[in-house]
């Protein structure tokens, strides 16, 4: 039987199998490269979220890969794999860091003749208390993050790409995915 040397296949063989409909091919893929995933989300920060969510994402674009890749494509499946992966996880990230501006996005400006019609919803001493809780927030960064990596996160919670912040910094991909990585465990550790 030709599983029995589970690992002895390559990576685009097994691939072609499981786009065929193999599903043991599938399978032992996702088994190779869960730890790929789970060390990519490892370098990520998710807003409200955990790193297991994160690994979700990864695994879900490690899924799609098996089934988009093409060998005509000019690159491996490994590094196809790798940037399916890294997309989904970025994405997630994203989309969370989008999400946490909710409450000023569907905010009522003070100025609003029609105030006193929202009944329950926030008045302006807790639009305050947010302010003041926001401001509270961005002193704790800055003293836990450096110049550079204080900049980095606040970009990168805007929403703006890594080519963007690099643009902006004038850092290449590697100094911005550093500071990101770096900026995380520090925010860890002084959240904990």
């Avoid at 006193?116 to 401001?135: M, V």
Wanted: charged share 30%; aromatic share 8%; net charge negative.
């Amino acid at each position: 039987m030709r599983w029995c040397v589970q690992g002895s296949e390559s990576d685009e063989a097994l691939v072609r199998q499981a786009q065929a409909g193999d599903s043991r091919a599938t399978e032992l893929l996702l088994r190779r490269y869960m730890n790929t995933v789970r060390v990519r989300a490892r370098g990520f920060f998710l807003v409200g979220g955990e790193t297991d969510d994160l690994v979700q994402e990864g695994m879900i674009g490690l899924y799609s890969a098996i089934g988009d890749f093409r060998e005509d494509g000019g690159m491996s499946f490994k590094n196809f794999a790798y940037l399916c992966i890294t997309r989904h996880i970025l994405d997630a990230v994203k989309t969370s860091s989008r999400r946490k501006n909710g409450p000023l996005n569907n905010s009522v400006s003070l100025s609003d003749p029609g105030l006193s019609d929202f009944a329950g919803e926030e008045n302006p001493e807790e639009f305050l208390l947010d302010d003041e809780a926001r401001q509270e927030l961005r002193m704790k960064l800055m003293k836990a993050l450096s110049d550079f990596e204080f900049r980095v996160v606040t970009m990168y919670l805007e929403g703006m790409s890594y080519a963007q912040i690099c643009e902006a910094t004038g850092k290449d991909l590697k100094s911005v995915d550093n500071a990101l990585a770096r900026s995380k465990k520090k925010l860890q550790r002084s959240f904990a």
